[in-house]
């Protein structure tokens, strides 16, 4: 039985099955939102890729990149603050190597779906390509 003060998601596991669970959760909450899913756990190859948690399409056609980040509460900044810069030049270049397998470019963004205890934010635009 989950404990009444940690989110069921943080229980036992390791740390991949703790992130997977944040996923699905993240997940769930972007489909209820009229999301659709692309893929999931997108990684570019080689030394130095980056990984792309899910890669949505929302209905005007946007893709989607969003990172998921769980913390058991939002001490020391929360889930989102934990999206630096550097993290977010991996996910930047993980999305465009993304891109250059498709035909043409669609809109983009990259959003943030911080899960902090049991509450879930999603940023959508939380920071940019540049």
């Given at each position: 039985?989950?404990?009444?003060?940690?989110?069921?998601?943080?229980?036992g596991g390791?740390?991949?099955?703790?992130?997977?669970?944040?996923?699905?959760?993240a997940l769930a909450h972007l489909q209820r939102a009229g999301l659709k899913l692309v893929a999931r756990n997108y990684e570019t190859p080689g030394r130095g890729g980056g990984e792309i948690d899910l890669i949505m399409r929302a209905a005007d056609?946007?893709?989607?990149?969003?990172?998921?980040?769980?913390?058991?509460?939002d001490a020391g900044g929360g889930a989102a603050a934990s999206v630096v810069r550097r993290k977010q030049q991996r996910i930047v270049r993980a999305a465009r190597h993304y891109l250059t397998r498709l035909p043409a470019l669609?809109?983009?963004r990259f959003d943030v779906v911080a899960?902090?205890?049991s509450r879930i934010h999603w940023l959508r635009a939380a920071f940019d390509a540049t």
């Open positions: 039985m989950p404990s009444a003060r940690r989110p069921w998601w943080l229980g390791n740390t991949r099955a703790r992130g997977s669970a944040a996923e699905d959760l056609g946007t893709l989607v990149f969003v990172e998921v980040r769980a913390r058991a509460s669609p809109p983009c899960i902090e205890g």
